[in-house]
């Protein structure tokens, strides 16, 4: 099994970022997804979260109205796009498979599967 996160990146305040995650060996249709992240000295924490087959999503109330969490079942990836970011959005971006239907699903101990995360800085 590989969960593979990318897009992050170096971004000013107030710019947009896309991650993407690769999913491979599960039957991605399956899976709640989900993005965490964890900045420095800090737990890592539940960002965004969508059902099996996309028509649920829940957001940490930090990112509502300013990020969107997808999915492409056919292609075994979802996304999380982010815009009007801030310093505070400075972290690493975990991609996260859950077998568990419910949403959300915001402890750390209900997925199955993680990526290794992406680097997302926010300068201001």
């Known amino acids: 099994v590989q969960v593979v996160e990318s897009g992050g990146g170096l971004v000013q305040a107030g710019g947009s970022l896309r991650l993407s995650c690769a999913a491979s060996?599960?039957?991605?249709?399956?899976?709640?997804m989900s993005w965490f992240r964890q900045a420095p000295g800090k737990e890592r924490e539940f960002v965004a979260t969508i059902g099996k087959s996309g028509d649920s999503t829940d957001y940490a109330d930090s990112v509502k109205g300013r990020f969107t969490i997808s999915r492409d079942n056919a292609e075994r990836a979802a996304y999380l796009q982010m815009n009007s970011l801030k310093p505070e959005d400075t972290a690493v971006y975990y991609c996260?498979?859950?077998?568990?239907?419910?949403?959300?699903?915001?402890?750390?101990?209900?997925?199955?599967?993680w990526g290794q995360g992406t680097q997302v800085t926010v300068s201001s």
């Open positions: 060996g599960i039957t991605f249709s399956l899976y709640t």
């Open positions: 996260a498979a859950s077998l568990r239907a419910t949403i959300p699903q915001k402890a750390t101990t209900s997925y199955n599967y």
